[in-house]
C-alpha cells in the first residue's frame, strides 16, 4: 500500500478496516442476536475512519506488520464507536442522526444502546489481549495506554467535562482540557498505538510522535467545531448546528469563525514540524494531518 496515492491508500486503509471489523464482531445471528445485530449496526458501514487512519500510518513509522495494525484499528475503532452509541443517547447528546442514519437508539432502543457501546468497549480490549504483538510487556502497554485514553482521565473524564460546561463560558485553557480529553485522546492513543505495533521508536522519536498526536487531536476538534457551523447535515450525517443551538462552548463561539479557521492552521503546521525528523515514514501521517484540517465532513 506504500506507493499509492494517498485517496487510494485511504480508501484500500478504510475497507481493510471495514472487513476486520466484520470479522471480529460477533454474527448478527448468534444469541443474544439483537444486541450483536445493533453492534454491527453501529460500528459497521459509515465514518471516516480517521483514528485507524492514524494508527495505520503511524504504523508505517515503525514498521508495523498490518495484522497487528488490523487488530490496533479495530480496537480504536470500535471504542470510539462505543462513545459515538452513548454520546447520542438522549441522557447525552439526544440525537437522531449519526454518519447518515439513525442513531443506535433510536432504530433499536436506548437499553439495547446503552448495551452496544459496553460490549464494544469491552471487545476493543479483547482484540488487543488476545493478539500476538511478539512482547507482552508491550502488550499491556498499549492495553494501558488505550484503557486511560478511554476513561475518566480520557474520553469519558472529556465528556463529563463537556456536559458540565454547556451554557457556561469557557476560556480557552479550559476549552483546550476538555477536548484533549474527549476527542484528543482517543486520537493519541490511535496513533502512539500504531507506533507501538511496530520497532520501538527512541524515546525523542516517541515524544515527538506523541506532540504530533496531541495537536492532530486538538486540530481534529477546531475543524469539527468548525465544520458544525458551516456544513450542511446532509454532508455531516449527523445533526448540523447543534453546537451554537445547545450552547456549547466551541472554538468558534471562543474564537469566531475567522480566528478558529486560523487557529486550525497554526495547529497543522506545529503537528507537521513535529514529524519533520522522520522524513518519508512520515508521508501518511503528513497527508493525514492535511485531511484532517481540510477535510469537508
Ligand atoms: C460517551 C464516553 C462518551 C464519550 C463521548 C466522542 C464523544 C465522546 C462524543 C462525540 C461528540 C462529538 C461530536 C465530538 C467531537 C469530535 C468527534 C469525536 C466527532 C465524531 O468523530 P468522527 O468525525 O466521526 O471521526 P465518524 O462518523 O467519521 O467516525
Request: proline share 4%; with cysteine; charged share 25%.
Amino acid at each position: 500500500m506504500n506507493a499509492l496515492p494517498f485517496a487510494e491508500w485511504m480508501s484500500a486503509v478504510q475497507g481493510r478496516v471495514e472487513n476486520a471489523l466484520c470479522r471480529c464482531l460477533p454474527d448478527a445471528d448468534s444469541v443474544p442476536q439483537r444486541l450483536h445485530a445493533a453492534m454491527r449496526y453501529a460500528a459497521l458501514g459509515g465514518g471516516k475512519r480517521v483514528r485507524p487512519l492514524l494508527a495505520f500510518a503511524a504504523g508505517e513509522l515503525s514498521g508495523a506488520p498490518t495484522k497487528r495494525l488490523d487488530r490496533v484499528a479495530c480496537a480504536v475503532e470500535l471504542i470510539h464507536a462505543y462513545s459515538l452509541v452513548h454520546d447520542d443517547l438522549p441522557c447525552m447528546d439526544d440525537d437522531t442522526l449519526r454518519r447518515g442514519r439513525p442513531t443506535c437508539h433510536i432504530e433499536y432502543d436506548e437499553a439495547t444502546a446503552l448495551l452496544v457501546g459496553d460490549s464494544l468497549q469491552t471487545l476493543a480490549f479483547e482484540l488487543l489481549a488476545d493478539a500476538d504483538f511478539g512482547e507482552p510487556a508491550r502488550q499491556i502497554e498499549m492495553i494501558a495506554l488505550l484503557a486511560r485514553a478511554s476513561g475518566s482521565r480520557g474520553m469519558a473524564g472529556g465528556q463529563a467535562i463537556d456536559l458540565a460546561a454547556v451554557g457556561k463560558p469557557l476560556e480557552q485553557p479550559e476549552l483546550e482540557l476538555m477536548h484533549a480529553l474527549k476527542t484528543g485522546a482517543l486520537i493519541r492513543a490511535a496513533v502512539l498505538l500504531g507506533a507501538l505495533a511496530g520497532t520501538p521508536l527512541t524515546d525523542d522519536e516517541r515524544a515527538r510522535l506523541d506532540r504530533f498526536a496531541r495537536r492532530a487531536g486538538l486540530l481534529f476538534q477546531v475543524v469539527d467545531d468548525i465544520l458544525d457551523c458551516t456544513a450542511s447535515t446532509a454532508t455531516l450525517g449527523k445533526t448540523a448546528g447543534k453546537d451554537e443551538a445547545a450552547a456549547k462552548p466551541t472554538y468558534v463561539a471562543l474564537l469566531g469563525l475567522e480566528a478558529a479557521r486560523a487557529y486550525a492552521g497554526e495547529l497543522r503546521a506545529e503537528a507537521l514540524a513535529e514529524l519533520a525528523v522522520f522524513g518519508a515514514r512520515a508521508a501518511r501521517l503528513t497527508q493525514l494531518a492535511d485531511f484532517i484540517c481540510h477535510r469537508p465532513f
